[in-house]
Each structure stands twice: as C-alpha cells, then as structure tokens.
C-alpha cells in the first residue's frame, strides 16, 4: 500500500485547509485510515482516523472543527480543517491499518500545515 499526502500550506487563524490521502496498491487490506501529527518538540498524535465502515474518531483537541472524509471511488481520505489555531502547526501524515494489524503500518509522506496569529 502506498500513500501520498498533499494539501498542506500556510494559513492565518481562523482559516482552512484540506489534507489529502491518496491510496493505491492493496487498499483492499486497510480497515482504517488516520492523520497523524507532529509538531517540534511534541509527540505525534493521532488528529483523525475513519475506519472502512466508515466510523470516525477524533482527538478531543480537534473535535468541531476538523472533519475527516472519504472518497472510496478514488481511494482518498480528506482532512478538512476548519478554524485553525496556531497550535495545529504541525507535519501531518497520513497512515493505513491493515486488517491484521492493531498499529498503523503504511505511512505516507509527511504534509507541513502552518498556522499563524
């Protein structure tokens, strides 16, 4: 499985923005799709994830204001963020679970999203 993330920039606060995860490969062995993040100095956390059911989940931090959605004719999970904060500012990956797996074992490449004040 591979995965490409694209969609990240620069937006002052109070803005949007919109993560892409385009899959290919085995897509048919994920049961679940996240966006990860990691700012400086910080842990990475898992922002948003929706499963092949279509159930999602957030982090409390991020509840209201981002929305993760799937496009499955096209493979690609979005991120769609609404009323950034500066302390979203952070490298955004998105990742894959396959069915067998508890971890996220397919990572894509990292998405940089800054948020100024």
């Known amino acids: 499985v591979q995965l490409q993330a694209f969609g990240g920039g620069l937006v002052q606060a109070g803005g949007s923005l919109r993560l892409s995860c385009a899959a290919s490969?085995?897509?048919?062995?994920?049961?679940?799709i996240g966006w990860y993040r990691q700012a400086p100095g910080k842990q990475r956390e898992l922002v948003a994830a929706i499963s092949s059911g279509g159930s999602t989940n957030y982090v409390d931090s991020v509840k209201g204001r981002f929305t993760i959605s799937r496009d499955s004719a096209k493979n690609t999970v979005y991120l769609h963020m609404n009323s950034l904060k500066p302390e979203d500012t952070a490298v955004y990956y998105c990742?894959?679970?396959?069915?067998?797996?508890?971890?996220?074992?397919?990572w894509g490449q990292g998405t940089q999203v800054t948020v100024s004040s």
């Open positions: 990742a894959a679970r396959s069915t067998w797996k508890v971890e996220y074992n397919y």
């Open positions: 490969g085995s897509t048919f062995s994920i049961n679940a």
